[in-house]
Antibody, heavy 117, light 110 residues
């Protein structure tokens, strides 16, 4: 059974940093693109970033470029999102999703990030 | 990276069919067959319903179908059921090698 479990969310002050993790199981992690998608409270979905199987390609939505970094550790079956210079508008539930080349077929349950003073 | 355009809401009675549109540009929807649709119930993670414009993952009811014409993709749900009431989102690959979602459509089953 494919399983994606996010962690690392919480309350952080504007300008602060946070690192999200996604633990994957039930499939060969190193064979898939992986992505982060977020959803602000009461709002729609927004694709944030994705990363190729070997980490050689990474893409970001314009609003997080230069502030967020996506990475992965295939030995640990884990996906990460390092978030720096956080803003109030980054407040959202962050989902880890399998895919990013053609579709996003499995999703975690999400972790809430709240940016507030 | 402007969001794709979806109607904010649609509604239908049980047994009826509804269609949700998703309009983009030639740089996203019109340029690629990488359009997928997601269903999201309140408080839950999104679920893949249609991928690559018109393909249905195993386990998804054949009441769900997808299509595309020009810069507009569409999701059709036939034989509406109460459990179909949810938010629906389209997403497309873009010429910038990124992805863009639609704003979402709330489906109400009357």
């Amino acid at each position: 059974e494919v399983r994606l479990v996010e962690s690392g969310g919480g309350l952080v002050q504007p300008g602060g940093s946070l690192r999200l993790s996604c633990a994957a199981s039930g499939f060969t992690f190193s064979s898939f693109w992986m992505s982060w998608v977020r959803q602000a409270p009461g709002k729609g979905l927004e694709w944030v970033a994705n990363i190729k199987q070997d980490g050689s390609e990474k893409y970001y939505v314009d609003s997080v470029k230069g502030r967020f970094t996506i990475s992965r550790d295939n030995a640990k079956n884990s996906l990460y999102l390092q978030m720096n210079s956080l803003r109030a508008e980054d407040t959202a539930v962050y989902y880890c999703a399998r895919g990013g080349l053609s579709l996003f077929d499995y999703w975690g349950q999400g972790t809430l990030v709240t940016v507030s003073s | 990276q402007s969001a794709l355009t979806q109607p904010a809401s649609v509604s239908g009675s049980p047994g009826q069919s509804i269609t949700i549109s998703c309009t983009g540009t030639s740089s996203d929807v019109g340029g690629y067959n990488y359009v997928s649709w997601y269903q999201q119930h309140p408080g839950k993670a999104p679920k893949l319903m249609i991928y690559d414009v018109s393909n249905r993952p195993s386990g998804v009811s054949n009441r769900f179908s997808g299509s595309k014409s020009g810069n507009t993709a569409s999701l059709t749900i036939s034989g509406l059921q109460a459990e179909d009431e949810a938010d629906y989102y389209c997403i497309s690959y873009t010429s910038s090698s990124t992805w863009v979602f639609g704003g979402g459509t709330k489906l109400t089953v009357l």
